[in-house]
C-alpha cells in the first residue's frame, strides 16, 4: 500500500495499446505488466501509468501531481523516440506580450491585440497600461499554442504600421513556460 | 436605386473572386466528436475517426489527431490507411498533409517510413515530434462537430457546430473558422457597432465572404462583408450595412504594397446620401517619407494633399522632433468652396490652395518625483490658404504613471488643443455674431455661442486607477474624465464629467468577457446618463 502510494505516476496518451505493448504519443513504446489491460487505455485520451521495478508499466488515475510523460526514463522504452517531447497541452502558461507605441500615439487612446482567435476583431483584447508609451498584456493560452496577433487602437482604421508605414506581419505569441514577445508599434495606419 | 447598385456591386466582386466560390477543403475529417481548439489549432475526431485527403487517401483509426499549425495528421489505435488498391495497417500512423510522407507505428516492430502510395516501407527512426497527440480536455473546446473540412493554411468548416465554451452562442448547421494570418482579414470597412460577430459562408486561403450579425443604435442588423487578401502585401475588403434599411451603407477598401518603398491605399464609403473616397500613395525613404492624398466626396468638393516628413531627430535630453510640410488644396466644383461662400464674390471661389508646416516634440518617459514617470509632447501646426487667412493648432499634452504594487497604477494625463482661424481684416465676416443663440439638443439656448470668433480649446484630464496583476488575464480599471472645453454646454460637444468602469478577465480559459459600464454627470439636462458595454471573446 506504502509501495503504491509513493509511485511515480505519469501522465501519458496512448497512441494505441496491443497485447503488452503500449505507444504513446511522441511515439514511444513501452511494456504492459502482468496483469495488466489494453482496455485500460483510449487511444487520444490522457491517463496515468506507473512504472515497475522491472520497466512495466501499469495504468493509474493521473492526478495534478502527475509528471509529464517526457520524465519517462528512456530505459523504460521498447522503442524509444529519436526525439523527447512533452505533448501536456491541458496547462495554460503565460505569454508575456509588452508593446510600445510611437509618441505620436494620441495619450487617451486604448492599445488592443486582435488575433485570428476574435475572426481579428480590432478590439478584442485592451491591453493594461504600464505608462505613456508602454503596454502589456499576459495573454493565457494553452502549452503548445501559436496565437497570431496585431496591435491597434480598437478599430482597423487605426491598425499598426511599420516604419515604412506598410502592413507588418502578424506577430505569433507562442505558447511557451515564461515567453515573452515584444513588439515596437512604428506608426499607425491613421498617423503618419 | 443605389442600394441595388451597391449590392450588385458587391455581387461582381464575389463572383470575380479566385476560386472562392468554389473552394474545396483537402481534408475531410469525421467521427462521433470532432473538438477543435482554437489556440492550438488542434483538431481531434474520436469515436471512429476517419480521415480523407483530397488525393484519394483514406484513413481511419480510434482517434485522429490533425495539427493545423504544422499541416500533419496523428492516426491512434487501430490505424488504417488506403490509397487506391494500396493498404496498410499499423497501431498508429503519422500522415503529412502538406507532403507525401507517412510513417507507420507498429508496437512490435517500431516505425516504418513510406509515401501515400504505401509502397516499400522501410525502418526508421522514431520521430516524437511526427507522433506528438495533445492532451487535451474536450470540455474545454472552442467548436464541437462531427465533420470538420479543412483548407491548410487557410480555413475550417465544421458541421453541425457547436461551442460549449462560448456563452450564449446558438449551435448553427455549419461554421467556418478562418485562421489564415493575411493583414486582409483583420481590415473591415463595417461601421463601429456595440455587437458583432461574424459568420463565414465562404472561404479561401486568399478569401472571405461573410454575413455579420450586429447590434446597431439599440437594433438588430445584418452586413455583408468581402474580404481578399493577398498575404500582408495587399488587400480588397467591400461591405454593406443594413442593406434592406433606407440607412445603408456601405464601403470598400483597397491596398498595395509597391517594393520596398511605396504603399497604395484606396477607400470610398456611402452613408445617408453622401458619399466619399480617398486615394493616398505613400513613400518611405528610410526613416523619412511622404504621402499623396486625393480625397473626393458628394457635392462636388475635392482635396490634394502632397506631404514630406522628416525622420524623427532625436535633440538633447531625448526630444525627439519630427517636422511634418504640406501642400495642397480645397475645390468645389462650380464655386462657392466653403468658407469662402459668405464672400459677396464666393461663387469664383472654385479651388484654393494652401500650404502647412507642422512641428511634434516628444519628451521621453522620464522619471519623476514620488516614484512615478511623465511624458510630454507638443504639436503645433500652421496652415496658409491663398486666400488671407492661417490657421493654427497648439496640443499639449502630459501623462504621467505611479505604480502602487505589483499590480495596481494610477495615470492622470492632461491635454490642452488650442485651434484658431484667422481671417486678416475679415474675421467679422467669417464670425459674425449670430442673430440667435445655439440651441443645445434639449432646446436650452447657449448664450455662449456670442463668443466664438474662430478660436476653440479643448481640455482634457483623466485619473485612472488600474489594477491587473502581472501574470494574469484579468484587469480592472476605474477611470474618471472631465472635459473642459470651448464651445460644450448641456449636451452640446463633449460630456462634462465622466466616470467608467472597465473589467476585463477569464472565467474559463476559452471563453474572456470584456465588461464596461460609464456615466456621463449632469450633461444634456440629465442627472447623469448611464451606458453599457460588453464583449465575450474566445
Known amino acids: 500500500m506504502a509501495a503504491a502510494a509513493a509511485a511515480v505516476v505519469f501522465r501519458i496518451i496512448p497512441l494505441a495499446c496491443s497485447g503488452d505493448r503500449l505507444a504513446v504519443a511522441g511515439g514511444g513504446v513501452l511494456r504492459l505488466a502482468e496483469g495488466s489491460s489494453c482496455s485500460a487505455f483510449v487511444p487520444g485520451r490522457a491517463t496515468g501509468i506507473t512504472i515497475g521495478d522491472d520497466g512495466r508499466v501499469a495504468p493509474h488515475p493521473a492526478g495534478p501531481d502527475a509528471l509529464a510523460a517526457a520524465k519517462i526514463p528512456r530505459t523504460a522504452y521498447i522503442f524509444a523516440p529519436a526525439v523527447e517531447t512533452d505533448a501536456d497541452e491541458t496547462t495554460l502558461v503565460t505569454v508575456q506580450i509588452d508593446v510600445s507605441v510611437p509618441p505620436r500615439t494620441p495619450p487617451g487612446d486604448d492599445i488592443y491585440i486582435s488575433t485570428e482567435r476574435s475572426n481579428w476583431s480590432p478590439s478584442e483584447i485592451r491591453m493594461d497600461r504600464v505608462d505613456g508609451r508602454h503596454f502589456r498584456y499576459a495573454l493565457q493560452v494553452h502549452r503548445g499554442a501559436r496565437i497570431a496577433f496585431r496591435v491597434t487602437r480598437g478599430s482597423s482604421a487605426t491598425l499598426e504600421r511599420d516604419t515604412a508605414r506598410a502592413l507588418p506581419p502578424a506577430h505569433i505569441a507562442a505558447g511557451e513556460p515564461n515567453a515573452r514577445v515584444t513588439v515596437v508599434v512604428a506608426a499607425w495606419a491613421d498617423i503618419d | 436605386?443605389?442600394?441595388?447598385?451597391?449590392?450588385?456591386?458587391?455581387?461582381?466582386?464575389?463572383?470575380?473572386?479566385?476560386?472562392?466560390?468554389?473552394?474545396?477543403?483537402?481534408?475531410?475529417?469525421?467521427?462521433?466528436?470532432?473538438?477543435?481548439?482554437?489556440?492550438?489549432?488542434?483538431?481531434?475526431?474520436?469515436?471512429?475517426?476517419?480521415?480523407?485527403?483530397?488525393?484519394?487517401?483514406?484513413?481511419?483509426?480510434?482517434?485522429?489527431?490533425?495539427?493545423?499549425?504544422?499541416?500533419?495528421?496523428?492516426?491512434?489505435?487501430?490505424?488504417?490507411?488506403?490509397?487506391?488498391?494500396?493498404?496498410?495497417?499499423?497501431?498508429?500512423?503519422?500522415?503529412?498533409?502538406?507532403?507525401?510522407?507517412?510513417?507507420?507505428?507498429?508496437?512490435?516492430?517500431?516505425?516504418?517510413?513510406?509515401?501515400?502510395?504505401?509502397?516499400?516501407?522501410?525502418?526508421?527512426?522514431?520521430?516524437?515530434?511526427?507522433?506528438?497527440?495533445?492532451?487535451?480536455?474536450?470540455?474545454?473546446?472552442?467548436?464541437?462537430?462531427?465533420?470538420?473540412?479543412?483548407?491548410?493554411?487557410?480555413?475550417?468548416?465544421?458541421?453541425?457546430?457547436?461551442?460549449?465554451?462560448?456563452?450564449?452562442?446558438?449551435?448553427?448547421?455549419?461554421?467556418?473558422?478562418?485562421?489564415?494570418?493575411?493583414?486582409?482579414?483583420?481590415?473591415?470597412?463595417?461601421?463601429?457597432?456595440?455587437?458583432?460577430?461574424?459568420?463565414?459562408?465562404?472561404?479561401?486561403?486568399?478569401?472571405?465572404?461573410?454575413?455579420?450579425?450586429?447590434?446597431?443604435?439599440?437594433?438588430?442588423?445584418?452586413?455583408?462583408?468581402?474580404?481578399?487578401?493577398?498575404?500582408?502585401?495587399?488587400?480588397?475588403?467591400?461591405?454593406?450595412?443594413?442593406?434592406?434599411?433606407?440607412?445603408?451603407?456601405?464601403?470598400?477598401?483597397?491596398?498595395?504594397?509597391?517594393?520596398?518603398?511605396?504603399?497604395?491605399?484606396?477607400?470610398?464609403?456611402?452613408?445617408?446620401?453622401?458619399?466619399?473616397?480617398?486615394?493616398?500613395?505613400?513613400?518611405?525613404?528610410?526613416?523619412?517619407?511622404?504621402?499623396?492624398?486625393?480625397?473626393?466626396?458628394?457635392?462636388?468638393?475635392?482635396?490634394?494633399?502632397?506631404?514630406?516628413?522628416?525622420?524623427?531627430?532625436?535633440?538633447?535630453?531625448?526630444?525627439?522632433?519630427?517636422?511634418?510640410?504640406?501642400?495642397?488644396?480645397?475645390?468645389?466644383?462650380?464655386?462657392?468652396?466653403?468658407?469662402?461662400?459668405?464672400?459677396?464674390?464666393?461663387?469664383?471661389?472654385?479651388?484654393?490652395?494652401?500650404?502647412?508646416?507642422?512641428?511634434?516634440?516628444?519628451?521621453?518617459?522620464?522619471?519623476?518625483?514620488?516614484?512615478?514617470?511623465?511624458?510630454?509632447?507638443?504639436?503645433?501646426?500652421?496652415?496658409?490658404?491663398?486666400?488671407?487667412?492661417?490657421?493654427?493648432?497648439?496640443t499639449a499634452a502630459a501623462n504621467a504613471s505611479k505604480k502602487l504594487s505589483k499590480s495596481l497604477a494610477v495615470f492622470a494625463g492632461y491635454q490642452n488643443a488650442w485651434t484658431s482661424q484667422i481671417y486678416p481684416d475679415r474675421q467679422a465676416l467669417f464670425f459674425p455674431i449670430p442673430l440667435a443663440p445655439l440651441l443645445t439638443p434639449d432646446g436650452t439656448p447657449y448664450f455662449g455661442w456670442y463668443a466664438y470668433n474662430g478660436t476653440a480649446v479643448a481640455r482634457y484630464m483623466n485619473l485612472d486607477l488600474q489594477y491587473a496583476p502581472p501574470t494574469s488575464s484579468t484587469s480592472l480599471r476605474l477611470s474618471a474624465r472631465h472635459a473642459d472645453d470651448f464651445f460644450q454646454f448641456d449636451g452640446l460637444g463633449r460630456p462634462l464629467w465622466e466616470l467608467r468602469f472597465d473589467a476585463q478577465f477569464r472565467p474559463f480559459p476559452n471563453v474572456g468577457i470584456a465588461l464596461g459600464r460609464s456615466y456621463d454627470f449632469g450633461w444634456g439636462g440629465r442627472r447623469w446618463v448611464p451606458g453599457w458595454s460588453f464583449a465575450i471573446t474566445p
Open chain 2, 1 to 394: 436605386m443605389r442600394r441595388c447598385l451597391t449590392a450588385a456591386l458587391v455581387g461582381a466582386v464575389c463572383a470575380a473572386l479566385p476560386q472562392a466560390a468554389y473552394a474545396r477543403a483537402t481534408v475531410l475529417l469525421q467521427g462521433g466528436s470532432v473538438s477543435f481548439f482554437a489556440d492550438t489549432l488542434a483538431v481531434i475526431a474520436r469515436d471512429g475517426a476517419s480521415l480523407r485527403l483530397v488525393d484519394g487517401t483514406h484513413a481511419v483509426a480510434d482517434a485522429v489527431y490533425v495539427d493545423l499549425k504544422s499541416d500533419r495528421a496523428v492516426l491512434a489505435g487501430h490505424a488504417r490507411v488506403e490509397h487506391g488498391a494500396a493498404a496498410a495497417e499499423a497501431d498508429a500512423i503519422a500522415i503529412d498533409l502538406d507532403s507525401n510522407r507517412v510513417d507507420l507505428l507498429h508496437v512490435g516492430t517500431g516505425v516504418s517510413r513510406t509515401t501515400r502510395t504505401l509502397a516499400n516501407p522501410v525502418p526508421a527512426e522514431i520521430d516524437a515530434q511526427r507522433f506528438a497527440f495533445p492532451d487535451v480536455d474536450d470540455r474545454y473546446a472552442y467548436i464541437r462537430a462531427r465533420h470538420a473540412a479543412i483548407t491548410p493554411r487557410a480555413n475550417a468548416r465544421f458541421s453541425p457546430a457547436t461551442f460549449p465554451t462560448s456563452v450564449g452562442a446558438v449551435p448553427v448547421p455549419s461554421y467556418l473558422y478562418t485562421f489564415a494570418t493575411a493583414a486582409g482579414f483583420g481590415v473591415s470597412t463595417l461601421p463601429g457597432a456595440t455587437f458583432d460577430q461574424p459568420y463565414g459562408l465562404v472561404g479561401t486561403p486568399t478569401s472571405l465572404t461573410a454575413v455579420h450579425a450586429r447590434w446597431e443604435n439599440n437594433d438588430p442588423a445584418f452586413a455583408l462583408q468581402e474580404q481578399l487578401a493577398s498575404g500582408d502585401t495587399a488587400y480588397a475588403t467591400g461591405a454593406i450595412d443594413t442593406p434592406l434599411r433606407g440607412t445603408s451603407t456601405s464601403g470598400f477598401n483597397a491596398y498595395q504594397r509597391l517594393g520596398t518603398r511605396y504603399t497604395f491605399l484606396v477607400d470610398g464609403n456611402s452613408a445617408f446620401g453622401s458619399r466619399e473616397g480617398d486615394a493616398t500613395l505613400g513613400a518611405a525613404f528610410g526613416p523619412a517619407g511622404g504621402r499623396l492624398t486625393y480625397h473626393l466626396q458628394s457635392g462636388g468638393y475635392s482635396s490634394f494633399d502632397a506631404s514630406l516628413r522628416s525622420p524623427d531627430e532625436v535633440l538633447i535630453g531625448g526630444i525627439t522632433l519630427r517636422l511634418t510640410a504640406d501642400i495642397g488644396y480645397d475645390a468645389q466644383r462650380g464655386g462657392d468652396l466653403y468658407p469662402y461662400t459668405v464672400l459677396p464674390d464666393g461663387r469664383s471661389y472654385a479651388t484654393v490652395w494652401r500650404h502647412g508646416l507642422d512641428a511634434f516634440l516628444a519628451t521621453p518617459i522620464v522619471r519623476a518625483p514620488l516614484g512615478t514617470t511623465i511624458g510630454f509632447t507638443l504639436d503645433a501646426d500652421r496652415t496658409w490658404y491663398a486666400f488671407p487667412r492661417h490657421g493654427d493648432t497648439v
